[in-house]
């Protein structure tokens, strides 16, 4: 059973700075890549930024938040960070982290948290 747990969610002015903490607790010993997506009403879920665990921490990045947000791992608290700076309105949302666990060979699952909100004010 896996647990996903966000922390760091907020209000936060337009250009203001805002960190995301992920971290993941239960049968994790096959993690493979963690995350965070975001969806706002009306709209599709899309990917933030993503990272893989416990090899090179290869980064990927979506568009619309490069040069603007860091994903960063802490791999002995299986834990994953997002820092966001320079945030806009646009980026509103709720934010959910995302973890691949391999269950065998080339056998995945993906989980998600709960969900955290944040809200960046004009």
């Known amino acids: 059973q896996v647990q996903l747990v966000e922390s760091g969610g907020g209000l936060v002015q337009a250009g203001g700075s805002l960190r995301l903490s992920c971290a993941a607790s239960?049968?994790?010993?096959?993690?493979?890549?963690m995350g965070w997506y975001r969806q706002v009403p009306g709209k599709q879920r899309e990917l933030v930024a993503t990272?893989?665990?416990?090899?090179?921490?290869?980064?990927n990045y979506a568009e619309s938040v490069k040069g603007r947000f860091t994903i960063s791992r802490n791999n002995a608290k299986n834990q994953v960070s997002l820092q966001m700076n320079s945030l806009k309105p646009e980026d509103t949302a709720v934010y959910y982290c995302?973890?691949?666990?391999?269950?065998?060979?080339?056998?995945?699952?993906?989980?998600w948290g709960q969900g955290t909100q944040v809200t960046v004010s004009s």
């Open positions: 990272i893989t665990i416990r090899s090179d921490g290869m980064p």
């Open positions: 239960g049968s994790i010993g096959s993690i493979r890549a």
């Open positions: 995302y973890a691949k666990f391999s269950v065998a060979a080339w056998v995945f699952n993906d989980y």
